[in-house]
């Protein structure tokens, strides 16, 4: 279990509040044991840290109260969503409130005609495309997990689509924020494009509740495209595939997802989804666009990927069949899991220049093999992102050592290599002592805009920009 | 003549800075009155407010050591790429230093790989883009003026092609930024993504200078397409012009370009650059894709043009063709200053969400006839930008007032219909009178930003967030 940070507690303000929570929400207020670490729990390593009451809010109104009492006390507030991140991001380390946002979940309007919708921050990702489809609109951004609009916005998410459709720094137009003081404001309006000033919208997304509480957020939403098509390509070595990766985006291959799974995830994912893939370095791939364009798009890609010795590319001819590939992609950090039956698995990511993408897969593979760690690979290769998934036995102190200490080589490997220490997970407690050697004299601009927003460190404290 | 904020001047700094400077920099400092007015004009309306003294930076190190010196005697530090902004944003209302970072402009790193680069602030966006041809890559971004990249990084520029592209916003990756103390820091990698921390880079793009002076600049390069296909499209109304935008968005093509000139811009621009175009509204597009994927957008947008009795489209055969009709849409603004010999025009900028552009349009429209102005109106309409071009006599004081009070109304008008006071102008010193209507609470968030970046308001002070 990794260490975290310990911050001091303000008792005599987090009694105050929590007798004030209780009289307030009645039932809709915990400080159940079980509530309580639930809420400090997160799909990760770190050691559990639970805040010392739960708030179930279900307005933005409701959400600046809570704000205002915790910052008259001095007592932390921690958002939280679906508690599926991974580094930490819910954890209380000194205590304090948890603004559990999932029950504010409406759909509050959707604008066919502009593309975008807006929604209160527990909305699901499924739940709200499940609500889309009737109107030929889609949102793209796409975890592994079935998170809240809310928490994937605050940890700048993204996923398989984000090279055709972008993060959620992209997807999010304006954001409805409860400041640390407790006021309510929004970050932008619904226009495509802005000059108008700061852009407070692309300050908050990322920002993993350190500078205050998203609970609403306006979307772009992008059409469903007419046509699909999806499928999986295998190569001779990550090498090959990541050249055949570099060389269709250099072609102008508007890709929606491609996905490399190194020869160990596929040997997961064949086992854990029933697939029959080749165990071999492989591609999943889709694309976008009109009937024609999709064609021409994949005929494009095999010739590429023929050139670097690739293929035969398989392509799924019905959509049930893509949906499994695309479940079964999804479902990698689980099938990961299951190759090892009672060992735990700790996900990490970082993110190099595509250049520097096979260079960075390769001497990780070296590194892990070297360890003698089992760690399957996945990765967002359009991104130049890639996810490591390190198995260890809980009971084994040696082996977790050495896995913390290959987590660490692998940050620094990507730092060096101009990339960075996440892509897509989020700093949270986990990834903030990568961030002096990343970031240099910049992080000292984060810190003093943490001071300037939140004078009294009440939001989310020990995170991001708290070493 | 717009008035301007007005500052108290440190004269007892600024002397003291100017003598260091002249010993400094020798023939790189100037004094002279032509050189100062030149660099506090600007393609507006606002009257000149020239800095004391201007410094040919040649290097980041330069641009830190003058901008220590100004914090040193609390004087103000201007950033100057090529002065073709539009809201008064070079004028010097406290006097200062500009510094010019026109002589800084080497392409540092073309990484074709990567589809990135990396140049100094004042390399031009054509420059940049000749530089590039042979290597089968382009940067999309293009306001209507030969801009530097640091320039257009400082104003959140964007053009015709951000419908496909997005606004620098999207295209930095990565900037290194003097800080107002003078330190030099990078604000992000060269990965495609990353959540790691606060994203500084999209805090500084579009703040203008004032809070810090971008020197070089990373971005995203984008290959050129295969198949480019363009040509105009008359419509007979705004409403239908605009229907067809939504619904060829809507339908999921690509589209690189589409922009709308009404049919007094039409008109202009048969003038000015020898067309013969139907005066009646008209859309300028442009698809990028495959030699196929083009053929079939166009068959696509011209389907959904006759649906809202639009065409026929008239399609460019030949690059050249192409190239004249994108030089006559990118003349615009000379065009119709053409209409009215030795009038002055004042381009302005809103942008409202697209289901809203039609009912903005042609309200401003009527605005223009009631008010008895002559104001041609042009737009990137994929994203709801629109420009209009105020033509005044500069002699008759009833008529510039008479556009004044237009252009206010129109700021408010695109604000009440979800959108913002500027889609890619900038804020300068022109629409700070439109953030708090635009911004509310928000607004304070953006000042305590600068106060805590810039705690002596030596960072371009005047513009954005001094109201």
Chains 1, 2 share one sequence.
């Not at 190194?262 to 893939?277: M, P």
């Not at 010739?303 to 799924?316: C, Q, S």
Request: with cysteine.
């Amino acid at each position: 279990m990794a260490p975290v940070l310990r911050l001091a507690r303000n008792e005599t303000g987090i009694e105050a509040v929590l007798s004030r929570l209780a009289g307030q929400f009645g039932d809709r207020f915990s400080r159940a044991a079980a509530v309580r670490e639930q809420h400090g729990h997160t799909t990760t390593r770190i050691e559990n840290q639970p805040p010392d009451g739960v708030v179930f809010a279900t307005s933005t109104e409701e959400v600046a109260a809570v704000v205002r009492l915790c910052a008259e006390h001095g007592v932390p507030v921690i958002p939280f969503g679906t508690g599926t991140s991974l580094e930490g991001h819910v954890n209380a380390p000194a205590g304090g409130i948890s603004i559990d946002l999932s029950r504010m979940d409406r759909i509050l309007a959707v604008r066919p005609e502009d593309l975008d919708c807006t929604v209160e921050a527990g909305v699901t990702r499924k739940r709200l495309n499940e609500t889309l489809r009737d109107t030929g609109l889609f949102f793209p951004i796409d975890p592994g997990a079935d998170a809240s609009i809310g928490g994937m916005a605050a940890t700048r998410a993204s996923g398989t689509n984000a090279v055709r459709y972008g993060t959620m720094k992209d997807a999010v137009l304006s954001l409805t924020v409860v400041t640390p003081s407790g006021d309510i404001v929004r970050t932008g309006s619904r226009a495509r494009k802005s000059s108008a000033g700061y852009d407070l919208t692309r300050l908050m997304v990322g920002s993993e509740g350190t500078l205050g509480v998203i609970t609403e957020i306006t979307l772009r939403l992008h059409g469903i495209p007419e046509g699909i098509a999806g499928g999986v390509c295998p190569f001779p070595s990550i090498e090959a595939a990541c050249e055949t990766v570099i060389a269709t985006i250099q072609a102008g291959i508007p890709v929606a997802r491609i996905e490399l799974l190194d020869a160990l995830q596929v040997k997961a994912v064949n086992a854990y989804s029933k697939l029959d893939l080749a165990e071999t370095p492989t591609l999943f791939i889709e694309f976008h666009g009109t009937k024609a364009g999709v064609a021409e798009q994949a005929e494009i890609f095999e010739a590429i990927a023929a050139d670097f010795g690739g293929g035969p590319a398989v392509f799924a001819t019905k959509a049930e069949e893509r949906t499994r590939l695309w479940q079964a992609r999804h479902d990698a950090y689980w099938a990961s899991v299951a190759l090892m039956p009672g060992w735990k698995g700790t996900s990490t990511d970082v993110c190099v220049p595509i250049s520097q993408l096979a260079a960075c897969v390769t001497a990780t593979q070296d590194d892990i093999a070297e360890t003698g760690l089992i760690a399957p690979i996945v990765g967002h290769v359009g991104d130049g992102n890639f996810h490591v998934l390190v198995l260890a036995d809980p009971a084994d102190d040696i082996m977790n050592a050495k896995a913390d200490a290959f987590i660490g080589r692998l940050n620094e490997r990507a730092i060096a290599m101009g990339g960075t220490c996440t892509g897509e997970h989020g700093v949270g407690q986990g990834k903030m002592a990568y961030l002096p050697g990343e970031h240099g004299g910049a992080l000292d601009l984060m810190r003093a805009i943490k001071r300037a927003l939140d004078p009294g460190n009440i939001m989310n404290p020990g995170k991001i920009v708290a070493l």
